[in-house]
Nanobody, 129 residues
Framework: QLQPVESGGGLVQPGGSLRLSCSASGFILDDYLIGWFRQVPGKEREGVSCILAGDEGTHYADSVKGRFTIPKDRTKNTVYLQMDSLQPDDTAVYSC??????????????????????WGRGTLVTVSS
């Protein structure tokens, strides 16, 4: 089973920044929609951002719009989640998904049975002073 790998999580003070990475071997990320999700224990997983295949567009949850971006580096086969102005409410385990079966981020909806739906194990982001 192909599985992306996240990295870059850690502890950061409120107002700080972190950049998460989602990388993969065995498939080209640019060929797929890539999503970033986050989850806090006891709460539902929340879609944060996504970038469509071939840079056809990006989408953001209202809670992160203006603070997070989702750049891509094709040479490194990596998609990032650049997180600025972090707040304690951003504390969560962040996971990336390649070619998801279901996704709802902002006004963008996706539901399909024909998808790889490959999830990484996640990386913990803690925003605290």
């Amino acid at each position: 089973q192909l599985q992306p790998v996240e990295s870059g999580g850690g502890l950061v003070q409120p107002g700080g920044s972190l950049r998460l990475s989602c990388s993969a071997s065995g498939f080209i990320l640019d060929d797929y929609l890539i999503g970033w999700f986050r989850q806090v224990p006891g709460k539902e997983r929340e879609g944060v951002s996504c970038i469509l295949a071939g840079d056809e567009g990006t989408h953001y949850a209202d809670s992160v719009k203006g603070r997070f971006t989702i750049p891509k580096d094709r040479t490194k086969n990596t998609v990032y989640l650049q997180m600025d102005s972090l707040q304690p409410d951003d504390t969560a385990v962040y996971s990336c998904v390649v070619d998801p079966k279901k996704l709802h981020i902002g006004n963008y909806y996706l539901a399909t049975s024909r998808a790889m739906d490959a999830w990484g194990r996640g990386t913990l982001v803690t925003v605290s002073s």
